[in-house]
């Protein structure tokens, strides 16, 4: 049964930047499925026409090319958005990049490039987007990862940069708090079926190594992640904000190994 009641996001405008593949495209069906209208953002334009017809079609969603980096093409994004759906109510930064490689192995330009995308990419949209929010009662999420917290070998890219994604939220939401804007985080643990762990664990032996240390012993669904975002953007989470709502089946607890090692079971 679905835990959410049917069109709870009826009327609700939401743009979603990475949206057009992954994690970030189950969250915009999810939306989408409840009634919102949405808008997905990506750098490649068929992707994103692509996304839109198999989110619903023109009047259910629309797909936008945009690059995060480029504040203007971001704007540029959000007015068209904003055109076409009216002003936006929920608006999530999960545009990313990632490769595996030895801190040095990777160029300052590596380093930079996921940098740009993730973290100064997650400023550009928020920031771009706050003259179009619907106020009071707009939800901003960021998509962040567990390499925020945990010093993850060949990242450091990606851990700097989602570490300042929690860090970044936590101030806009003091900021924008008083306007009645609230910013969160997700941070998704291993989702099956994108990208980001075809990069991360491109064997099914990777994949069962990472399973048996899960607390709750398996990957997540983007549906999982869809789920938490609405939450985050419904009148539930009303006062909630400066968050980061881990969605990691307990990965980010540790090695849920390491009982056995004590001979207790
Ligand atoms: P994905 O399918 O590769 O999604 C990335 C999205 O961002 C795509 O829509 C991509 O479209 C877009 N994008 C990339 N660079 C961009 C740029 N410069 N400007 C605008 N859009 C850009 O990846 P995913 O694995 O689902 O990951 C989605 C999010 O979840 C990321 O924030 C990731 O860090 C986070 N996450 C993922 C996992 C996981 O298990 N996969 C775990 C924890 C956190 P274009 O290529 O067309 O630009
Ligand atoms: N190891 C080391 N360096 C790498 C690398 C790898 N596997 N892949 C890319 N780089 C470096 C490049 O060599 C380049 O540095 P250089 O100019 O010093 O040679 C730099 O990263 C930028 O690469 P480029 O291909 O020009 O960047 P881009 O903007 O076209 O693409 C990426 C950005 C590299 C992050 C690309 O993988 C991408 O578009 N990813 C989006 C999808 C994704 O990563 N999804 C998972 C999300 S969790």
Redesign the pocket.
Known sequence: MDPFVPNLLAGKTAFIAGGTSGINLGIAKRMAGLGAKVAVAGRNPEKAAAAAAEIGGPDVAIGLSCDVRVYASVEEALQIAVDAFGKLDIVISGA??????PAL??????FR??VD?DLNGTFNVFRACYAHLNLPGASLIAISAGQAVNATMFQAHVCAAKAGINHLCRVLAMEWGPTGVRVNAISPGPIEDT??MA?LAPTPEARVAIETRIPLRRYGTKEEIGDAAVFLSSDAARYITGAVLTVDGGSELGDSRLGASLGVS
């Open positions: 990313a990049g990632n490769f595996v490689a192995g990777m160029s300052a330009n590596g490039t996921v995308i990208e980001g990069r």
